[in-house]
């Protein structure tokens, strides 16, 4: 790992646990063990320091996203299964990453980091909109909205993502532990959006088992 990358996870990390606001550069230098010179020559500013993760984080997703929109050896339902597998496995597995970009979509404090963020957000979301819109052209979807096909999708995750408690006190059974680094969770959850989403698009003859 090189040190900009360094910087970037130990930022992650402390905007998650103690927010953008109240973590300082002097925070993520000593954290990092990096000098605070070097943060600034790398990123510019805290706001720039964000940017540059989001940026890089979001656009790794989108990569694979558009991966799997124009692999033509599958249909437009594997596509949304595969997406709905990628979704959850990435938010499951980068928590403080997603924790922090909820925060930025549901602020407008820092507005440059928000537009971005909301641009990025939308680009992926509008990817996924296409691939239901083939499918309802191409007669194997319901004609469905598209949109809130998507809404569906991202708010369920978006959901398990909001709060470790309300998971504990919800999902995490008798013993009220976390349960979004369990697997067997992870796949129940990617079971049960795909088989809402699979339910919602193709005629009940047409429907396949997950």
Do not use: W
């Given at each position: 790992m090189d040190t900009k990358e360094h910087i970037m996870q130990v930022s992650m990390l402390l905007f998650s646990e103690k927010g953008f606001e109240t973590t300082t550069m002097r925070d993520?230098?000593?954290?990092?063990?990096?000098?605070?010179?070097?943060?600034?020559?790398?990123?510019?500013?805290?706001?720039?320091?964000?940017?540059?993760?989001?940026?890089?984080?979001?656009?790794?997703i989108q990569f694979h996203i558009w991966e799997i929109a124009n692999n033509k050896s599958i249909d437009e339902l594997e596509k949304i299964h595969q997406i709905i597998e990628h979704y959850v496995a990435k938010m499951f597995t980068?928590?403080?990453?997603?924790?922090?970009?909820?925060?930025?979509?549901?602020?407008?404090?820092?507005?440059?980091?928000?537009?971005?963020?909301?641009?990025?957000?939308?680009?992926?979301?509008?990817?996924?909109?296409?691939?239901?819109?083939?499918?309802?052209?191409?007669?194997?979807?319901?004609?469905?909205?598209?949109?809130?096909?998507?809404?569906?999708?991202?708010?369920?995750?978006?959901?398990?993502?909001?709060?470790?408690?309300?998971?504990?006190?919800?999902?995490?059974?008798?013993?009220?532990k976390d349960p979004i680094l369990d697997p067997s969770f992870q796949k129940r959850v990617t079971n049960h959006i795909k088989q809402i989403i699979e339910n919602h698009l193709i005629p009940p003859l047409k429907i396949k088992s997950i």
């Open positions: 993520i230098a000593s954290k990092a063990d990096v000098n605070l010179a070097l943060i600034n020559y790398h990123f510019g500013s805290k706001e720039g320091l964000l940017k540059n993760i989001f940026q890089q984080r979001a656009l790794n980068n928590q403080e990453f997603h924790k922090v970009m909820l925060r930025e979509l549901f602020s407008s404090e820092r507005e440059e980091v928000h537009a971005d963020t909301i641009a990025i957000f939308s680009e992926n979301a509008n990817i996924i909109i296409e691939i239901i819109k083939q499918g309802i052209k191409k007669k194997i979807f319901n004609k469905v909205d598209p949109e809130l096909c998507f809404a569906t999708i991202i708010g369920t995750i978006h959901h398990l993502m909001l709060s470790k408690l309300l998971r504990e006190n919800i999902y995490g059974g008798k013993e009220k």
